[in-house]
C-alpha cells in the first residue's frame, strides 16, 4: 500500500519558565518545522516506550515497530496509537507481523469481541452514530448503510477505526474523540451489523468456550492412549499413536469423505506439524512461526498467534520447521526456530510468556514441546558447526529454567573420555524431536542426535556419547538414569531422533516393561524400559553396514564398509530406514507400524562430499512388526519413484484401521492384514501424521496435505 501523507502531531508543551523553555527549544530545533517537531515526539515516544517494556518479552520487536512507524515505512499509523497497540495486554496478537508486513491494516484487528464489549459498542453507536445511519445500521440518506456493502475507506478492521477516529473531510462524518477503547467497542459493534443476533450469541458462546478450555496433569497422566481428545504430539505421554476411537471402523472407512478443509497462508507447502484438539478446539503451527486455533467441527479460525523473527542460519531438514505445540492447564506451548519457548493463552493466543531456550543462530526448536507436573520440556537442533544440544525444562507458570541436559559430556564428566581432543565442543547431538514420558516412574524418555561432522569420524575417534542414543532422564530433575546407543561413532547421519513407544505387556512371568524402537540405522530394537538393558535387535529394512549386533546391542564391525574415495553403496541411505515420522503401536494386537524407507546411498570419506543416491530409485512402506521379535507380520508397499524421498507418520485405532500418507495419497489400512482399505489424492504431499478426535459425537481423522488441513468424516445420516 502506497504511503500517505499524514497530519503532524502537535499539542507540545512546556513547563517552567517560558522564556527559558522557549530559548530551549529554538537552541535544541533553530527551524521549527513539522518534520522537525515529529521526529522530537518520536525520539521522546521511542524512549518512554523502551522505558516501559525493557521487562516485557518482545522488546525487539516492539522497538523494531517503532522505528518502522518513525521512520515512515509503515503507513496510516501514528507514533501516538503505538503506546496503546504494542502494551501488553492490548489483545493485538498480530500486531508484531508489522515486523514482516509494515502493513497496519492486515495486521490490527479488534482485541475483542466478549458480549460486554459488545453492549459498550452498541451503547456508543446509539448515541453517537445511530442519528445518521440509522439505529440498526441500515443508513439513510444523510449516511450510508454500515453493512452489506464495501466501505469507500476501507473494509478492515483499521480502516473502520481510523474513518470513525478522523471522520471523512467533506462530508457529514466529523472525527469522533473517543478513547481507544471506545473506539474499538464501536468497531467490534459495527462488524456485528447486519448479522444475525443468534450469530452474535454463537461469538460470545465460542468465547466462552475457549477460556473453560484447560488440561490437567493428572488427566494427561491417566491417558494410556487418545480418546475424544488428541492431548499430545504423539496422543499420549507413551506416544503409541493408538486411538480408542471405533465409530470409524475397518467395515465403513471406505465411506469417509471430506468434511472441511482449512487453506493455510504462506508459501511453506511441507508442514510436518501434529494438531491437538482439546474440546472441540484444535491447535496446530505453520512454518515459519505461526500458531492457529480453529473449531475442530468446522475448521472455522478462532485466533491466530504470529511469532517474527529474523532467520538466521540453517537447520535439519526443510529450514523454519514446526511440529506443533502443547497443552498444560490453559496454556498452549510452542518452540520457535529463533530458539524462544512461548507460552499463550489457550483461549486467546495472547503471549504469557517467553524465553530464550538458546543462542540463536546456534540453536532452534523444530519439535513439538512435552509437558508434565508442572513443566514443560524441549529439545533442539544446531546447524553444522555450532556446539552441543540439550534438553531443557521450563517452570509452566513462570518460565523459569528448571534444568538442562547437555548431549554431548564436557570435560570431568562420564563419558567426555569418547571425544578425543576438543572434538566435543561441537559434537552436535541434537534433540530435535519429541521425546515420550512415564509418570508412574517420572522417567523421561528422549532421542539424541548425530555426531558432528556428520560424514567424517577423523576428528572424533570413538563413540561419542550420547550422540545416537536414547537417554532416559528422571524428569523432574534432568538427572541421566541410563542410556543406550544405537550407532556407535556413527559416520552416516543416522541420528536417533525417532519417537520412543512405551509398551509394556502382561506375561506369565509378570509385567514386561518395553520401550520399543524402529531406528535410522535399519534395525528394532526392544530395551528394558527400566534399566535401558537391549533385548531385542533385528533389521526391519535392507542393511549392509553391520554383520549383526552383540549380545548387549552393539553393532559388529564389517569388513571392507567403510567409505572410500570411490564412494561405498550403505543399505539405508543417509535419511534412513525409517526418520521422524512416526510409528504407531497396537497394544491388543502387540503390533508396531513403522514407516519404511528403502533407499540406498553412495558414502564418501569426507565431510565435504555429501552421500548420493546416485540415480537409484526407491521405494516407502509401512510394515507391521511383531512388538516383541520384530518378525515382519504384513507390509503395504507404496510405488517405486525417483523423487522426494519421504513418507508419513502413522496413527491406528481401535476400529482396526492404520491410517498413513505417502506423497499425495491418503489411505487406511486393516491394521491385522495390511490390506488396503480406502485412500484419497489429496493434491498436495503429505509429510506429517493424521490424528482423530470426536466432537458431538462425531468421529474425523485430519492431516495435512500440502498447504491445506484436509479433515475426513462418515457421510451423515
Known sequence: ?????????????????????????EAAIPQETPVARRLLIGVMILLALAAVVVFVPGIRWRLHVVYLDLTGQIPDLELSELPSLLAPGSGQAKIGRLVITRNPYATIHVPTTVAGELAAGAALFREQCAGC???????????????????????????????????????????????HRQLWQLVAYIRSLGVPGDS????????????????????LASAAEPGEDWLTYSGAYGSNRHSALSQINSRNVGSLAVRWVHQLVGGHDKIESTPIVRDGIMYFTVPPGRVLAVDAATGHQVWAHDHPYEFKGGGEGPLNQNRGVALLGDRIFVGTWDSKLTALSAATGQVLWEVPVGEYPGTYISGAPLVYRDMVVTGVGSPPGFGRGFIVAFDANTGKERWRFITVPGPGQAGNETWPGDSW???????????????????LYWGVGNPRPDFDATTRHGDNLYSDSVVALRGTTGQLLWHFQFTPGDTHDWDSNQTPLIADRNTPAGLEKRLLWANRNGFYYVLDRDT?????????????????????????????????????????????????????????????????????????????????????????????????????????????????????????????VVFGGDHGTFFALDSRTGKLLWDVDTGGVIYSAPVTYEVNGEQFVSVFSGRNLMTFALPKG
Open 1 to 25: 500500500m502506497p504511503e500517505t501523507a499524514r497530519e503532524p502531531l502537535t499539542g507540545l508543551a512546556t513547563s517552567g519558565d517560558p522564556d527559558a523553555g522557549a530559548t530551549r527549544m
Open 425 to 443: 565442543r561441537k559434537g552436535g547431538a541434537g534433540t530435535w524431536l519429541t521425546g515420550s514420558y512415564d509418570p508412574q516412574s517420572d522417567i
Open 200 to 219: 452474535v450469541a454463537a461469538a460470545a458462546e465460542e468465547n466462552s468456550r475457549l477460556r473453560q478450555i484447560r488440561v490437567s496433569y493428572s488427566e
Open 532 to 656: 535401558g538393558e537391549f533385548r531385542v535387535g533385528v533389521p526391519f529394512a535392507k542393511q549392509n553396514w553391520t554383520e549383526g549386533l552383540d549380545a548387549r546391542g552393539r553393532p559388529i564391525p564389517l569388513a571392507g564398509s567403510h567409505a572410500t574415495v570411490q564412494g561405498v553403496s550403505v543399505y539405508p541411505g543417509s535419511k534412513g530406514a525409517t526418520n521422524w515420522w512416526s510409528p504407531s503401536y497396537d497394544r491388543d494386537l502387540d503390533l508396531v507400524f513403522v514407516p519404511v524407507l528403502e533407499e540406498g546411498m553412495i558414502f564418501f570419506p569426507s565431510a565435504l562430499t555429501l552421500p548420493t543416491t546416485g540415480g537409484r530409485s526407491f521405494y516407502t512402506a509401512v510394515r507391521a512388526l511383531d512388538a516383541s521379535t520384530g518378525k515382519l507380520v504384513w507390509e503395504h508397499r507404496a510405488e517405486t519413484r525417483s523423487e522426494d524421498d519421504n513418507t508419513s507418520g502413522l496413527m491406528s485405532t481401535r476400529g482396526g
Open 133 to 179: 445511519h440509522s439505529p440498526d445500521g441500515s443508513g439513510s440518506s444523510a449516511a450510508p448503510a454500515l453493512f452489506g456493502r464495501e466501505f469507500r475507506h476501507g473494509d478492515t478492521e483499521w480502516a473502520v477505526y481510523r474513518t470513525i477516529r478522523d471522520g471523512v473531510p467533506d462530508t457529514g462524518m466529523p472525527p469522533h474523540p473517543l478513547s
